[in-house]
């Protein structure tokens, strides 16, 4: 079986940057194929031994996964796999020096916007051209890294087909998903973030929105072709407010009412908090929009200025209040740890995580602030020789040592509850998700009041718990006898936050149940 292009990437969520490669190659007539890369490299040299593609295609987006492609590359090079081997992504095009070094059996790197630059490579490659000509694309000419002239983004993105998709999932109680997107960029520039130097390099603009219309014509293919009835906008910031101010969503909606999808499907999006008033959001309720995912980051004024987040700590809970007024679901981002964490900054943050989540609506989640490639905080702490560990792996510690102390047993303690699939603060997110999905397309939902109630009393209760323990690891890490006491009362704590995490899962998995009962029973009287 021959097969022109075979791309590799992680699809735990649909890669839709492959997808829409693959289906630009596919509207030119070249056979594609998408491989999940936790399928195993035994299976992929399989397939590819079956398919004989002329090129292979390496999604290397996130820096902490180049080693895995690596060896993936290395060992299909020595079982006799002889297509031309690329690779894109963030990391492929900000780090090319680097992918080359690290990565030397590829042959080229598709730098940035890859639709038009992997379609020329395949055309050239199955001509018998010279590919390396090719604007967009870098390679290797003895030993030394060669990059062609960028290649403008593509204005339009409605000019690209829909992208491939390898397999439609569940979403939650029998109800499937897709993830698709209204626009490409963003405009803001914070300090964490690469996504403007991702858009900023190559000629064109830092953001670009497909036409309404167009986005709905996927959804309503999607609905009416692979049964999706649930929606996961994967933009870095949805286009809630444009330069034209709130008329793209109003259209959107208008679109879909037109359409007939309004009460048959719902959506997620990801935006900004100082996007969220509360006409436009009800006026999104009231069309399908039923959770939305904020980067709140910091709950300190200093915090948010360093990060050039250009909002305000009030912003932030002005645009969660709104949310919870219209009973709209929220997943947040917060930065506890920061290279500008002090121990001051911590207890601020603390107590305004108790502020927004002590009411049990959403879990306490945090996490750390990476040094990603080609961000500010990279740079700086670059710049301070704050930088440790390789790359991939880039970490930094704190000018305090009790803080690197306090990091450390905080994500030891609460590694399970923050980033399980099977912890406790993503099982209370899937109840709650559960409640949402039955609560559309199910005949009763109002047999879920008491369960929406029952969630935010244990969630409240958790999180709780989770600021308490938090604030009693902090007062004993800076105590003045810590060294002492350090493996007595440090492991108390780190004791009861493991049996708590049990307990309290047991509580939310039962609220799960109960929804599932509840399908269960209205599925039987249906029969």
Not at 33 to 39: A, G, L, P, S, V
Not at 119 to 134: D, F, M, P, R
Request: glycine content about 8%; hydrophobic content about 40%; aromatic content about 12%.
């Amino acid at each position: 079986m021959n097969i022109s292009a075979v791309f590799i990437a992680f699809q735990e969520v649909e890669n839709l940057g492959i997808g829409y490669m693959s289906s630009v190659l596919s509207e030119s007539n070249y056979s594609t194929r998408i491989i999940d890369f936790k399928t195993g490299r035994e299976n992929i040299l399989v397939k590819l031994q079956k398919y004989k593609p002329i090129l292979v295609g390496f999604s290397v987006i996130f820096e902490h996964h180049i080693y895995e492609f690596r060896d993936l590359v290395e060992y299909l090079r020595n079982n006799g796999i002889r297509s031309h081997f690329t690779a894109g992504g963030h990391y492929a095009s900000m780090r090319v020096d680097d992918l080359f070094t690290i990565i030397p059996s590829l042959d080229s790197i598709v730098m940035f916007e890859g639709e038009h630059t992997i379609l020329e490579l395949v055309n050239h490659i199955c001509s018998g051209e010279n590919w390396k000509s090719i604007i967009g694309l870098s390679y290797q000419a003895d030993g030394v890294t060669v990059k062609n002239p960028l290649r403008p983004l593509e204005i339009n993105l409605d000019n690209f087909p829909f992208p491939d998709r390898t397999r439609i999932s569940e979403y939650s109680l029998g109800v499937n998903f897709a993830t698709l997107l209204a626009g490409r960029g963003c405009v803001y520039n914070c300090s964490f973030c690469d996504i403007k130097e991702f858009y900023g390099k190559p000629p064109g603009p830092l953001k670009r929105i497909r036409e309404p219309g167009k986005v709905v014509d996927e959804i309503e293919y999607l609905y009416s072709k692979k049964n999706c009835k649930v929606f996961l906008f994967q933009d870095d910031d949805f286009p809630v407010i444009t330069k034209a101010g709130s008329g793209w969503v109003k259209e959107f909606c208008n679109e879909m009412n037109a359409r007939d999808l309004v009460g048959s499907i719902m959506w997620k999006i990801n935006c900004r908090p100082d996007e969220v008033d509360y006409d436009n959001f009800s006026m999104m309720k009231d069309h399908g929009l039923f959770k939305v995912f904020l980067g709140i980051e910091d709950g300190t004024e200093g915090g948010l200025a360093s990060m050039n987040k250009q909002i305000s700590v009030a912003g932030n809970t002005r645009g969660l209040n709104v949310l919870k007024k219209l009973n709209i679901g929220i997943d947040f981002g917060f930065m506890l740890f920061q290279p500008s964490t002090t121990y001051l900054s911590l207890l601020e943050n603390i107590d305004y995580l108790e502020s927004i989540c002590g009411d049990g609506y959403m879990p306490v989640t945090f996490l750390k602030m990476k040094p990603y490639f080609g961000t500010r905080v990279e740079r700086d702490l670059r710049s301070n020789g704050r930088i440790k560990g390789n790359p991939g792996f880039f970490d930094y510690s704190y000018s305090d040592n009790k803080l690197d102390c306090f990091e450390q047993v905080v994500f030891e303690g609460f590694s399970a509850w923050l980033t399980s699939p099977d912890g406790l603060v993503n099982v209370a997110k899937w109840a709650r998700n559960h409640i949402a999905i039955y609560s559309a397309f199910y005949k009763h939902p109002e047999r879920c009041t008491e369960l929406i109630f029952e969630l935010e009393n244990i969630v409240s209760e958790i999180n709780r718990f989770i600021i308490s323990a938090m604030r009693e690891l902090l007062s004993t890490i800076y105590s003045e006898n810590y060294l002492r006491i350090r493996e007595n009362d440090t492991r108390k704590i780190m004791n009861r936050i493991d049996k708590q995490h049990g307990q309290y899962l047991e509580r939310v998995t039962e609220i799960i149940g109960k929804v599932e009962m509840l399908v269960l029973t209205e599925s039987f009287f249906m029969a």
